[in-house]
């Protein structure tokens, strides 16, 4: 599989905002880290890792040990035409601007969960107008989201 450098000050982040007081993740929470910095795991990727680490009783991972699993897995980075069909799947109008409350439904409901907390934080970072709309160029921060969800999901 094609390796794509990983930026370790990206991933820090994205651990940071998913770990717990003792500064690791559990495995369920890999696929949720790896998406957040652009990666695009599969699903069977994600339970694969999950069974493994289930058998060897592994209940948390720190960031080394994410960061070990991305370098030895690539994760290929997603492609802006997939990017650019996952938000299409979710923009019903077809005028290029997802309702922040449609969406903030969909990311709670569909997938992996999202809290209240983390779907408010990537709205306020996406809506670059402040006015409740986001366009795919304000998508940019949590396309990975969006995109796990465009695999099985078909909107009406």
Same mark, same amino acid.
């Given at each position: 599989m094609a390796k794509?450098?990983?930026?370790?000050?990206?991933?820090?982040?994205?651990?940071?905002?998913?770990?717990?007081?003792?500064?690791?993740?559990?495995p369920s929470k890999l696929g949720v880290v790896i998406r957040s910095i652009g990666r695009a795991p599969t699903?069977?990727?994600?339970q694969s890792l999950c069974r493994e680490f289930e058998s060897k009783g592994?209940?948390?991972?720190?960031?080394?040990?994410?960061?070990?699993? =991305? /370098?030895?897995? %690539?994760?290929l980075p997603e492609t802006p035409d997939a990017l650019r069909e996952a938000f299409r799947i979710f923009d019903k109008d077809g005028n290029g601007l997802l309702n922040a409350s449609e969406l903030r439904h969909i990311l709670?409901?569909?997938?992996?969960?999202?809290?209240?907390?983390?779907?408010?934080?990537?709205?306020?970072?996406?809506?670059?107008?402040?006015?409740?709309? =986001? /366009?795919?160029? %304000?998508?940019?921060l949590f396309t990975s989201t969006i995109t796990m969800f465009s695999c099985d999901y078909e909107y009406d």
């Open positions: 794509t450098a990983l930026k370790r000050e990206e991933l820090q982040e994205a651990f940071t905002m998913n770990c717990s007081a003792e500064n690791t993740i559990p699903e069977a990727q994600l592994v209940r948390a991972l720190n960031c080394q040990q994410v960061e070990a699993i =991305i /370098n030895k897995y %690539g994760f709670c409901n569909l997938g992996e969960k999202l809290t209240d907390e983390e779907v408010d934080e990537m709205i306020r970072e996406a809506d670059l107008t402040g006015d409740g709309q =986001i /366009n795919f160029e %304000g998508k940019a």
